[in-house]
């Protein structure tokens, strides 16, 4: 699913991106607020799928000290990414399902939906292979919507499509229980689930899984 899905993501306009954050009501942290003060002391962070950095530039703003390593499989992000945040370290178009990282984090978050492109099968797969990349007692963030709108529309059986003028997405929205299990098979030892709501008054869920 998520390979099916590269298309949409190169073809983006990056200020429709930035639309979409603000539609949401990600734009101003609304997330990095509920989960910052568990996170602001680690050494080494990893942030999956970076985007535009969006996530990045708010923590920065909130005096983060930290080693930021980002992944982001868009040349175009990526692009970007350089050229406005020149102090993080970039791992460059590299598969979730596959990145090797030499400098184990303690913190990974992997925000505003990124799960959601996988299929549930690949979903497991890649929790389990992103523990494999932790360090122990480390913590992985995961996103995800208790709602749709604004941003594609849930079609049932748990789907999601984004139609838009440049191309189509496709995402799968695990349920709660599913999210649940990943925390044993994927290795974690611990599981806090934390619903907040944006600045536009959508609900939304972070999973904060413990190793």
């Not at 899905?5 to 983006?12: E, L």
């Not at 734009?27 to 996530?55: Q, S």
């Not at 920065?60 to 992944?71: D, H, M, R, T, Y």
């Not at 941003?151 to 838009?164: A, D, F, K, L, R």
Request: charged residues 25%; neutral net charge; proline residues 3%.
């Amino acid at each position: 699913m998520n390979d099916q899905n590269a298309a949409f993501y190169r073809r983006i306009d990056l200020i429709r991106f930035q639309e979409f954050a603000r539609l949401i009501g990600l734009d101003k942290g609304a997330d990095i607020d509920c989960f910052y003060e568990r996170i602001k002391n680690a050494k080494i962070l990893l942030e999956l799928g970076a985007g535009y950095g969006r996530v990045i530039n708010g923590l920065l703003k909130k005096g983060f000290q930290g080693k930021i390593i980002a992944l982001e499989r868009s040349p175009e992000l990526l692009a970007y990414l350089k050229m406005h945040i020149p102090n993080i370290v970039l791992l460059k178009e590299q598969d979730l399902k596959k990145f090797q990282i030499n400098e184990k984090p303690e913190v990974v978050l992997w925000m505003w939906s990124g799960i959601l492109e996988y299929s549930p099968l690949e979903q497991i797969e890649t929790m389990q292979h992103i523990a494999s990349q932790m360090q122990e007692n480390g913590i992985l963030i995961v996103e995800i919507p208790k709602q749709v709108r604004y941003v594609g529309q849930q079609m049932g059986n748990q789907i999601i499509e984004v139609n838009m003028e440049w191309g189509n997405l496709q995402a799968y929205l695990p349920t709660e229980k599913e999210m649940s299990n990943f925390c044993s098979l994927a290795g974690f030892s611990d599981l806090e689930i934390l619903n907040y709501k944006t600045a536009t008054h959508l609900e939304r869920t972070l999973f904060i899984y413990k190793k």
